[in-house]
């Protein structure tokens, strides 16, 4: 494999184009470089490491001087910050006194793994490991491995409410049949102070949407007069029943008077099937004890952050069980007529 090859190049010559004449230098010690860019005084050497595909935080931007010296070779190479980074895009230069590497912003991209459909088909059992979950977004919501109560995540950690009305935090090694994430930054942010139902809360919301078409995130922080959740216990028997056939095994909260986050999206209708249009919330305390999926509030002292997602990166299982699944067949008329030209 050329990958494996190319692992051992630890040299690369560099031939810099000085004011007056040419000059050859031999710089030891680069690590897979992919690709260099200049600032007209520096260039700059983007290393992906020892692995190209993996995020081992291993990569690294090397600078050299406009006479080919080696100015620093791992500048950036904090544990973590660079996995693999290539090409001028994902490599920002400021100016010769500061200099700041990053790889493409990552913020607002809406990140799923799984088809809700398949899910509520019966898809329970967890395929991606929230350690991976976690690489993909900082905030959103999911389901637990065997539909085990509800997920919700905030601030980068995975909360699993169970049935019991438990809240504990997922290890990384737990996994998920559907999840939706993103690194979460808000474009747009309201209050609302006075006592306000869900109804009323999420109508104030929509009209603040300014595209009925788009993908948005949405974060609503404050003092919760009730939350009304559910959760359901996880599933054990196989093949397993249909989501829509065991309703009546949910169990519901009426959490009290406390402080929390209410976790989720709003979604456009074209994406009904793979996703779920329209809201979805999970909630999540702040002592983060009780949380589940939202089927009503009362809320105060809000604090309404909204991000408009920018793309959409579906992941699908590859699971013996979601290759054999059935989905529903789709007829649409129009787009068989125009792919057929008739
Ligand atoms: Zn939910």
Known sequence: ????????????????????????????????????????????????????????????????????????????????????????????????????????????????????????????????????????????????????????????????????????????????????????????????NNAIEQKNLLEAIENRLTNRNAMYAIKITGDFNNVRTRAFPPVKEEPFPVLSTILDRQQFFDIQNTAGTLVGYHLPEFLNGIQISGFHLHFLSADTKQGGHVLGFKGQNLKVEIAELKSFELEAPTTKDFQNFQFRKRHNEDLERVEQGK
């Open 1 to 192: 494999m050329s990958t494996m090859k190319s692992r051992n190049i630890l040299t690369a010559v560099f031939i810099c184009i000085g004011l007056n004449s040419f000059s050859q230098q031999t710089i030891n010690g680069f690590s897979l470089p992919e690709s260099v860019t200049s600032n007209g005084k520096r260039f700059f050497v983007s290393n992906q490491g020892q692995d190209v595909f993996s995020k081992d935080g291993d990569g690294f931007i090397s600078e050299i001087c406009e006479d080919g010296k080696l100015i620093e070779l791992k500048f950036l190479s904090q544990k973590d910050v660079l996995n693999s980074p290539k090409g001028r895009n994902e490599v920002i230069i400021a100016d010769e006194n500061e200099i700041t590497a990053t790889t493409q912003a990552k913020h607002n991209i809406l990140y799923n793994y799984g088809i809700i459909e398949a899910f509520v088909g019966g898809l329970y059992r967890g395929s991606l490991p929230i350690k991976v979950l976690k690489s993909k977004g900082d905030f959103g919501l999911g389901a637990p491995d065997m539909l085990d109560g509800e997920l919700t995540m905030l601030d980068g950690k995975a909360y699993q409410t169970k049935s019991t009305g438990e809240t504990v935090v997922l290890d990384n090694d737990h996994k998920t049949s559907f999840s939706s994430v993103t690194f979460f930054k808000s474009d747009t942010v309201f209050y609302v």
